[in-house]
C-alpha cells in the first residue's frame, strides 16, 4: 500500500505561480510512475502530468504542456508540480496519484492509489 498527502494548493491571481507537493509513504515510491490529474464538481478527473519511475520520462496535457512542471525526488519519496501562468480555468482540486501500469498512462484507472486532493484556485 502507499499512502500519499497532497499540499500546496490555495488562491492565486492569473498569471501567478503554485508548486503542489505530493509525499508518499508505505511502498517503494521509486518503483512507480506517478501523475497528476485534476477534477472539477460534475466533470470526470482529467490527466494533467505523468513522470516515469526514474524521472526520465515527462508526459503533460495539451492544456498544460509550457506552463506546468512535473518532477520527483525518489529520495524524499516526493513528487512535484511546478505551475506557472495560471488561468482561471486551471481552478480545480489536483489529485497525485500512483501509477500501475509499465508505461506512464493518461487513464485514471491506470492509478491504483489516490492522495485526498489539494484545491487550487486561480481568480482576481
Known amino acids: 500500500q502507499m499512502q500519499l498527502v497532497e499540499s500546496g494548493g490555495g488562491l492565486v491571481q492569473p498569471g501567478g505561480s503554485l508548486r503542489l507537493t505530493c509525499t508518499a509513504s508505505?511502498?517503494?515510491?521509486?518503483?512507480?510512475?506517478m501523475g497528476w490529474f485534476r477534477q472539477a464538481p460534475g466533470k470526470e478527473r482529467e490527466f494533467v502530468a505523468g513522470?516515469?519511475?526514474?524521472?526520465?520520462?515527462?508526459y503533460y496535457a495539451d492544456s498544460v504542456k509550457g506552463r506546468f512542471t512535473i518532477s520527483r525526488d525518489n529520495a524524499k519519496n516526493t513528487v512535484y508540480l511546478q505551475m506557472n501562468s495560471l488561468k482561471p480555468e486551471d481552478t480545480d482540486v489536483y489529485y497525485c496519484a500512483r501509477g500501475s501500469s509499465v508505461a506512464v498512462s493518461t487513464a485514471p484507472y491506470d492509478y491504483d492509489y489516490w492522495g485526498q486532493g489539494t484545491q487550487v484556485t486561480v481568480s482576481s
Open positions: 508505505g511502498s517503494i515510491f521509486s518503483s512507480y510512475n
Open positions: 513522470i516515469s519511475w526514474s524521472g526520465g520520462n515527462t
